[in-house]
Structures are given as C-alpha cells and as structure tokens.
C-alpha cells in the first residue's frame, strides 16, 4: 500500500483531537508537537485520571504544559501563553480505566462525541513488573473502552493506539508488522481468554482482601500473578503482555472504526525537536548508564550478536502523526514498527564505550561536590557470566559479613540488610530487561518507511514532519552530545 499525504498541517487544522496518556513521555511531546506545528487546531481533549474538572486542570498545568518540554511553544507566544492554552487544551476529568472513559460530565460527552474526529491513545502503564488488575484495567481495559468511546463518535476518522514493538516478547529474526488475533500466544500454548484473565485477576484481588492482607501483600501479589500469567503464554512481563491483549480487543472489536496502531521500540530522549535531548525520568536501559557514572555499576551486559533497538522520541510522534494522516479513513488495521534495528542498527557493546568516554571527560558530582572517577567497565554477554559475577562480587561477600554480623552482636545488620536490597534490585532488573539487553529480532518497518517515502514525496507540505528516519542519527554523536547531557540534566532535575 502506497500512501498520499498531501498537506499534513492542513489535515490538522480545525479538527478536534481526543488524547489520553498526556502525562506521559510520548504523550507530552504529542500534545506539545501539534500545538507548536498547527496552532490552528480547533481543540486537543486531554483527557487526565482525575474525578473533577479542577483536579484535571491542575494535573494540565503540573504535569504537561508547565514542563520544559513547551519552552519553545510558550517563548513563540509570550504573554498569550496562557490564553492560547486555555483556548486549544480542554482538560477532561476521567479513567480510562472506566466506561465511557469515566466522563461523568454528560455534556462534556456529548460536546466530545460531535466535534472529535481523531483519538490518540497514549495511555499506558509501562512498568515491566506492574500490578496485574492495574496493568489489565489501564493496558487492556482501557483499549477496548478508547474503541467503544470511538464508535460513540458521530465521526471517527482514525483511532491510533500506540503500543510497544516488544508485544512480540523475545522472538527472534525478522518481526513482522502484523496484528494480533485473539487468544493467540506467543509460546503457542492454548486456553488464553482474556475475560477468564479479568475474572482471575479480580478473584485473586477479592480472596487476599477477605484474607485481610495487607497493602504490600496485596501489591506482592498482584505483581507476581502478572508475571506467572505473562510468562505462562510466552511474554516475558506483565507490561507487554497487557498491551498484547489490549491489541487484540482492537482488532476484535475495531468493525468499521479506521485504527491504526503504532509500535516503537525502546524510546529515548529527542534527538532534535523541539530541542535535543529532553527526557523524564530514567528511562529502560539509562538505569545502567546512570548507575555506571554515579560509580555504582562496572559492568555493562551485552551480547555482541544482538542489536539494541533505540528511537528518539521526537521521531516516535513525528511517525504518529504521519500515519494518522496516511492511515486516516483506511478500514485495514495498520501496523507501524518505529525503531531502528533494521536501518541504523547499535550494538549493546556501545553504550559501554559512550559511557565511559562522555563521564571520563564530565565525572558526576557527588552530593558532597566531589567528581565520581569511573573505570573502564567490563561487559558481561550473557546472563550466565551475570549471576556468576553477583555470586562472587557481592553474594559470597555478604555471606561473610552476616557471618561476622552474628559473631559482632548484629553491629552489620543496617549493612547486611542494605547490601541484601541491592543484590535483590541487581537481580529483578536485569531478570526484567534481559529481554531487551539480550534481543535477536529485527522489527520489519516496511509500513513505516512508506510513511517516509510518502513524506519525502509530499516535500515542503510535509517537512515539520520528516523527522523519523534513524538512518540519520549519528549514535556516537548523539549518545556523547545529547542523550547523555539530556539523561544527566533532565532524568534528575
């Protein structure tokens, strides 16, 4: 299928954009892309977890337009900032969680239902190891209710979801951009049936409170369930499995609504636009990177035959805005890959080499004013030479000092316990990411560089948006100049 884009910011103007998820990383940059590119928006519906209207507009002004990221939207408008916001940005109070996306206002519903034309599902827990019913109610739940908000929709254009290219779970060669049919797994075991998993999660919830279990019990539970119920059909967390299923009740359910969804890989801080390198928060494999420069990691874990999938998040959203256009009134459901294996791939061994080059030359200070001195790390290819290095480095060890501990009448009990949350945090996180660390697929991105042709084809009716090409990121320059400076000033301001 070839696309034609003709002009996207005259596709933008005037329409009236449903967008939940706007805290989030992607989401913020969405709403902050469009307002910057076509002020001539009708209206962007935010819609923010919230049980009234001034709760939500309070979570508008904290969480989305007061950040960084819209420096640049309110410089170009000054002192209209505030009036330009408040005539663009409706906050809406409500879950997606719920039905009808828990819009109590019956008259901001119906005003919703006449003037959107495009929903941009952002919403998301992203959290690998997330609580099963909060997983399931956001991820999996909430799709199905953005679809059924849809179709209350007197005219839905396009429904975009965005979901994550590791729905795919640790598969290796070449992933292809297809949907999902329901109840399929990737471990080719049977019996998945997603309302039999809401009735378990639900059960399991119900019998530890008639147990009088206590919130960190609860929370333990819950956690777990997710993740034996994950890997029992084949994903490796709680995470991309929900969003698996989340895409499934799309494609389900999705009858005459036009739907596309947006797959991309690991995300990181811009690589341009609106200015390089903004990122919240640490984000998936930074924890090493960070960990490594503060001088509490020296190693790094890689495997030389596998590729890091990377992609800048401003090239994330300039590829959802593109396939909202293409995708637009299309009845096919459409799948986009928007990574970076299959065009500019990286290698694991890397990062280790751009983090100990960029905190050599700029050391992070410690909290005493004192410059961290790091070494060169080793790199550990497999988890195997991982849990035999933790056995040597800090386990044996500890079993020396609680040894010692007993014979000193606990004097190294604070210690032991300290050192033992370590191991145990050392231990969760690389068992959480080792999917991504140790990957072996290539995402096939196909309909994603039809995109880019027909952008390139479009020229100047276009080029706000031709920004999502990995072909043209330097990582060497990129990871020295910009997402390690953005990661060390924005993850910890």
Same mark, same amino acid.
């Given at each position: ?13 005037? =329409?009236?954009?449903?967008?939940? %998820? ?117 991820? *999996? ?67 530890? =409170? ?52 947006? =797959? ?5 801080? *811009? ?17 090493? *990177? ?78 005493? %004013? ?29 079993? %020396? ?93």
């Amino acid at each position: 299928m070839d696309y034609e884009l003709g002009s996207i910011l005259k596709f933008l103007e005037n =329409r009236s954009i449903l967008v939940t %998820g706007s805290t989030g990383f992607l989401g913020k940059m969405f709403v902050e892309k469009i307002l910057r590119e076509q002020p001539k928006v009708k209206r962007l519906f935010l819609l923010l977890r919230a049980t009234d209207i001034q709760t939500a507009t309070r979570r508008l002004h904290d969480e989305v337009i007061g950040k960084e990221v819209f420096k640049i939207v309110r410089e170009k408008h000054g002192e209209s900032f505030e009036a330009f916001i408040s005539e663009k940005v409706m906050p809406v109070a409500g879950d997606i969680a719920d039905e009808n996306l828990g819009i109590v206002d019956s008259k901001m519903r119906e005003e919703m239902w006449r003037e959107i034309t495009v929903i941009v599902n952002l919403a998301a827990t992203t959290n690998f190891k997330a609580r099963y019913d909060v997983a399931l109610s956001i991820n *999996t739940l909430g799709a199905k209710n953005v679809l059924a908000f849809a179709k209350k929709c007197a005219k839905t254009d396009l429904l975009m979801h965005v979901s994550t290219a590791y729905v795919c779970g640790d598969k290796s060669g070449i992933v292809a951009e297809k949907p999902f049919h329901i109840g399929e797994t990737l471990n080719g075991s049977t019996g998945l049936d997603i309302q039999k998993e809401l009735s378990l999660s639900n059960e399991t919830l119900e019998e530890l =409170r008639s147990q009088k279990a206590t919130k960190d019990q609860e929370k333990i539970a819950m956690k777990e369930l997710g993740l034996q119920r994950a890997r029992m059909y084949g994903w490796p967390n709680t995470y991309v499995f929900t969003k698996a299923l989340g895409e499934m009740l799309i494609g389900q359910f999705k009858e005459n609504i036009p739907v596309a969804i947006v =797959r991309p890989t690991i995300v990181t801080s *811009t690589y341009k636009d609106p200015f390089p390198g903004w990122i919240e928060g640490i984000r998936t494999l930074d924890f090493l *990177t960070v960990g490594y420069g503060k001088g509490k990691v020296s190693c790094f874990l890689g495997d030389p035959d596998c590729i890091l999938d990377l992609i800048p998040g401003d090239m994330v959203v300039n590829a959802i805005v593109v396939a909202i256009v293409a995708s637009a009134n299309q009845p096919s459901l459409l799948i986009y890959h928007v990574g970076s294996s299959m065009r500019n791939p990286i290698n694991p061994f890397e990062l280790k080499e751009y983090g100990y080059s960029y905190f050599s030359k700029h050391p992070w200070i410690d909290k005493n %004013g004192n410059p961290i001195r790091v070494t060169e790390p080793f790199v550990l290819t497999s988890m195997n030479s991982f849990r035999r290095y933790m056995n040597v480095r800090y386990v044996l060890p500890l079993k %020396g000092l609680k040894l010692l501990n007993i014979i000193c009448c606990q004097y190294f009990e604070r210690t032991c316990a300290k050192i033992n949350r370590d191991i145990k945090f050392a231990l969760d996180f690389v068992d959480l990411y080792k999917t991504y660390i140790f990957f072996k697929g290539r995402f096939d991105d196909l309909n994603t560089e039809r995109l880019r042709v027909a952008v390139r084809e479009a020229g100047a009716e276009a080029e706000e948006f031709n920004n999502f090409d990995p072909k043209c990121i330097d990582w060497d320059d990129y990871f020295m100049n910009t997402h390690i400076p953005g990661v060390v000033k924005f993850a910890f301001k």
